[in-house]
Nanobody, 125 residues
Framework: QAQLVESGGGVVQVGGSLRLSCAASGLNFNSVGMAWFRQAPVKEREFVAALTWNGVTAEYGDSVAGRFTITRYNPKNAVYHQMNNLTLEDTAVYYC??????????????????WGQGTQVTVAS
């Protein structure tokens, strides 16, 4: 059974950094594009970042471009999300996501059919 498990969330000060991890199991990770989404209270889940199966091509949401970096390490079936220069608006539950049947990462919520449970990131002033 395919599964994604996020970790690394927590409370960080404005301007600080945080690194999230996502551990994948039960899927052919080396052939699957991966993505991160986030959902803040009373807001829709939004795309944050995505990375192709080989780690070559990344794509970012407009609000995080230049501050966040998505990477992956296929030997460990893991994808990472480095977040720098965090702002209050980055407070959200962050989700790891994938379409296990596709080489390309899902960048629209409706394209993703495998989700982690989410990890809370809170940015405090």
């Amino acid at each position: 059974q395919a599964q994604l498990v996020e970790s690394g969330g927590g409370v960080v000060q404005v301007g600080g950094s945080l690194r999230l991890s996502c551990a994948a199991s039960g899927l052919n990770f080396n052939s699957v594009g991966m993505a991160w989404f986030r959902q803040a209270p009373v807001k829709e889940r939004e795309f944050v970042a995505a990375l192709t199966w080989n780690g070559v091509t990344a794509e970012y949401g407009d609000s995080v471009a230049g501050r966040f970096t998505i990477t992956r390490y296929n030997p460990k079936n893991a994808v990472y999300h480095q977040m720098n220069n965090l702002t209050l608006e980055d407070t959200a539950v962050y989700y790891c996501a994938a379409d296990p049947a596709s080489f390309r990462p899902c960048i629209r919520r409706t394209e993703c059919n495998l989700w982690g449970q989410g990890t809370q990131v809170t940015v405090a002033s």
